[in-house]
């Protein structure tokens, strides 16, 4: 049963588009995070929730949006999809609010914006 | 703001042998964890261990071991006994862990390859 799991996987779209990504975890965690994954491998937190509440928002474009309909769920909706939103994204979730810095990773989701 | 450094892009070593990855650190913090995570091929990143920056003590976790040096801000992760497995990504993190919101701070990565 996997802990963290992302859907889809993989996806292509053109530019111009809206996508979601979703994101469940099933370890009980209170806190859910999403990163980003440029193309060098760099690794960039992009939101995080606790409770369902957002306490990260770093400078992120207001094209995408984080929901969190519950403690278990962190879905990002990207609008109006650009060329440089190509990356990998990753959900992760921690307990309490992360600061033992233990993470736990979905597989990411490979977006491909032609 | 916190910085991670890691000097080394690319790494290689032979099967069975030791390798030692560096990590740097800049912090105005003293209380923090670091971390040693892998990202293998399939792209799943898997935490592979973890320090406390008050104990004196370098953590170990099998094969894994850590060389902390506080003063220095230095985090060198050692892979004894490699394996094909080894064959990875691997990212040195930091977390400060005092009050306030909490955000994990990756360096650039080093990729190892394990050669047979």
């Known amino acids: 049963d996997t802990a963290v799991s992302q859907t889809p996987k993989y996806l292509v779209t053109q530019m111009g588009n809206d996508k979601s990504i979703k994101c469940e975890q099933n370890l009980g965690h209170d806190t859910m995070y999403w990163y980003k994954q440029d193309s060098k491998k760099f690794l960039k937190i992009m939101f995080s929730?606790?409770?369902?509440?957002?306490?990260i928002n770093e400078t992120v474009p207001n094209r995408f949006s984080p929901k969190s309909p519950d403690k278990a769920h962190l879905n990002l909706h990207i609008n109006s999809l650009e060329l440089g939103d190509s990356a990998v994204y990753f959900c992760?979730?921690?307990?309490?609010?992360?600061?033992?810095?233990?993470?736990?990773f979905g597989e990411g989701s490979r977006l491909t914006v032609l | 703001a916190q910085t991670v450094t890691q000097s080394q892009p690319e790494m290689s070593v032979q099967e069975a042998e030791t390798v030692t990855l560096s990590c740097t650190y800049d912090t105005s913090e003293n209380n923090y964890y670091l971390f040693w995570y892998k990202q293998p091929p399939s792209r799943q990143m898997i935490l592979v261990i973890r320090?406390?920056?008050?104990?004196?003590q370098n953590a170990t976790e099998n094969r894994f071991s850590v060389n902390f040096q506080k003063a220095a801000k230095s985090f060198s992760l050692k892979i004894s006994d490699s394996q094909l497995g080894d064959t990875a990504m691997y990212f040195c993190?930091?977390?400060?862990?005092?009050?306030?919101?909490?955000?994990?701070?990756f360096g650039k990565g080093t990729k190892l390859s394990v050669i047979p």
């Open positions: 992760a979730s921690s307990q309490g609010q992360g600061n033992t810095g233990e993470l736990f």
């Open positions: 993190a930091f977390i400060y862990s005092g009050a306030g919101s909490y955000q994990l701070t």
């Open positions: 929730y606790n409770n369902k509440e957002l306490i």
């Open positions: 320090q406390e920056a008050y104990k004196q």
